[in-house]
């Protein structure tokens, strides 16, 4: 009943640019209250890349601050990573998390959860 879909993703040569789009959707979306991006690299730990909350805060891993922005159309339930500079090590899986308010069948109401993309391989060549 609520999906999350992230796109955008490909093969870039170093250096290069890309941007990642992950919208959310579903009838039984009720609001959202952050958008991140995350990235898993092969044989890594998920990290937090970026996070941006209904009021537009914003926070960045450390690392990445000054060549990741996060930004969203809260209209059409899509947050956006700009991605410049990039390098090999940039390769991952990039993931977005959704944290929302979704109508639960099971309760009749409303209530908080979080939900996932499949995520958009990003690879890096240099």
């Known amino acids: 009943q609520v999906r999350v879909v992230e796109s955008g993703g490909g093969l870039v040569q170093a250096g290069g640019s890309l941007i990642l789009s992950c919208a959310a959707s579903?009838?039984?979306?009720?609001?959202?209250?952050?958008m991140d991006w995350y990235r898993q690299a092969p044989g890594k730990e998920r990290e937090l890349v970026a996070h941006i909350s209904s009021d537009g805060d914003t926070k960045y891993a450390d690392s990445l601050k000054g060549r990741f922005t996060i930004s969203t159309d809260n209209a059409q339930n899509t947050a956006y990573i700009q991605m410049s500079g990039l390098t090999p090590e940039d390769t991952a899986v990039y993931y977005c998390e959704v944290a929302c308010s979704i109508f639960a069948e099971d309760v009749g109401d409303f209530r908080a959860s979080t939900r996932w993309g499949q995520g958009t391989q990003v690879t890096v060549s240099s």
């Open positions: 579903g009838s039984f979306l009720k609001s959202i209250d952050a």
